[in-house]
């Protein structure tokens, strides 16, 4: 590896292969919306051939300076032959706007025929730009490129590169993570839980909302029936190996067609005063030690949990137990918005419970019933509390408690 300052360091992922990594751990909320703590990384990758270097996509314009700099370490930019374009988000082609002005360049950029409309647009620049036919191949001596479109993988002009003489896909953000792993996992024994909750945390919060798509692009790569021996995503590492591309391609379809963890319980709750939370910490003693796994994301008065970590894993939990109040004549705002995303961005089956509270009016009840109308969540039942608990209440806690381990798969 060589490192050309703390951001970005360059690897050599086979003779012919550079990755240009760039880690941003400054980011604390990606797309200005995710919490990632942990980081994340824009992966750029150059290829060399015996007729010209190839580019895959750039990275994010905060790190231009450094990053042509590490480019200009493996290759003369002047000689790129061509630049692929697998996706126009500015994370992935932020830097191609000042490569592109860098005296000489004469790169053909290529594309889904949408790219050039947003090269245009977010760019604004003017480049020699071909649109790419889903399929069609291109060779450069003995190495030959594969484009495979995959429409909105989460935007309209995805695509993939596979690279023939190296089984290697290139895939831009699916099947990436944030976090800032080492660069390679080179087989399913180093794919760790953490990494695999990254990747998971990436895919709900990125690409969730089109699970479809997600299901007719792993379709169409095995119609293809290309061996992949090597995935090359935009974020997170390389994966080096056919056990760990499998298990990569098996969670993403699990996750694309929303197949739940037996025993996982994830439980939302907001809480003013402590009312919810007393039922909260009611449900978690009558569940404790049942052989469920509760995942718990809070938001009171002393902390807020992190959003896009509970959108990771909600899913694929087996049971949604949501616990909120009533607020000025409706539904907590906080749960408001965090549904509205569960809604928008998931959109897969659960089996949920809800405890509301309320002082003289249970709107938050009726409200959330409303946004149910509106998805694929399923209401299996219902408690609600006039602040402090009654005997009924509790009892009808322990009726719901019984509930939710028989759906999560457990004897209650
Ligand atoms: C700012 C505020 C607004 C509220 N608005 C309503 C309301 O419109 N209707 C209602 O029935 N209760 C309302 N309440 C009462 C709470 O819903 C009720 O006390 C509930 O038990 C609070 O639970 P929590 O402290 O766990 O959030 C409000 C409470 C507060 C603090
Ligand atoms: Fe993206
Ligand atoms: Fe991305």
């Given at each position: 590896m060589k490192s050309t300052n703390d951001n970005v360091s360059i690897h050599k992922v086979m003779k012919n292969l550079d990755l240009i990594r760039v880690t941003?751990?400054?980011?604390?909320?990606?797309?200005?919306l995710w919490e990632i703590p942990e980081g994340v990384t824009y992966n750029s990758y150059v290829l060399h051939t015996s007729e010209g270097a190839v580019l895959f996509d750039t990275v994010n314009s905060d790190f231009s300076r450094d990053y042509l700099e590490a480019l200009r370490s493996v290759t003369d930019?002047?000689?790129?032959r061509y630049v692929i374009v697998h996706h126009m988000e500015p994370d992935h082609s932020g830097s191609l706007k000042d490569l592109a002005r860098?005296?000489?360049?004469?790169a053909e950029v290529l594309g889904h025929p949408l790219t050039s409309r947003l090269i245009k647009s977010l760019l604004n620049i003017e480049v020699k730009f071909r649109q790419t036919r889903d399929g069609e191949e291109l060779k450069l001596g003995a190495t030959t490129l594969k484009f495979i479109h995959v429409p909105w993988l989460h935007w309209p002009e995805t695509m993939f590169t596979y690279v023939e003489d190296f089984r290697t896909l290139m895939t831009c953000d699916a099947f990436g993570a944030y976090s800032m792993p080492p660069y390679m996992i080179s087989g399913a024994e180093y794919l760790s839980a953490e990494y695999v909750r990254f990747m998971r945390k990436y895919f709900a919060n990125i690409i969730g909302r089109y699970r479809e798509n997600v299901i007719k692009a792993l379709d169409k790569l095995e119609s293809l029936g290309l061996s992949v021996d090597l995935m090359a995503p935009s974020h997170g590492a390389v994966l080096s190996g056919v056990d760990v591309v499998n298990r990569v391609l098996k969670l993403y379809r699990s996750w694309a067609e929303g197949i739940a963890e037996g025993g996982k319980v994830v439980v939302l709750y907001t809480s003013m005063y402590g009312y919810v939370e007393r039922m909260v910490e009611e449900l978690l003693e009558r569940v404790a030690d049942r052989g469920v796994r509760v995942e718990l994301f809070k938001f009171t008065s002393v902390h807020r949990d992190n959003v896009a970590d509970f959108l990771g894993s909600l899913l694929d939990a087996g049971v949604f137990v949501i616990a909120t109040s009533t607020y000025d004549g409706g539904l907590f705002p906080i749960t408001k918005y965090l549904l509205s995303l569960v809604v928008s961005k998931l959109n897969v089956e659960k089996p949920t419970y809800l405890i509301t509270a309320y002082g003289w009016n249970d709107a938050a009840l009726r409200e959330l019933k409303n946004l149910f109308s509106s998805s694929k969540l399923v209401l299996k039942g219902e408690l609600t509390v006039n602040s402090t608990p009654t005997k009924a209440d509790l009892t009808r806690l322990d009726e719901m408690t019984r509930e939710i381990l028989t759906q999560s798969g457990v004897s209650p």
């Open positions: 941003d751990a400054k980011v604390k909320y990606f797309e200005a930019v002047r000689d790129f860098v005296e000489g360049f004469r």
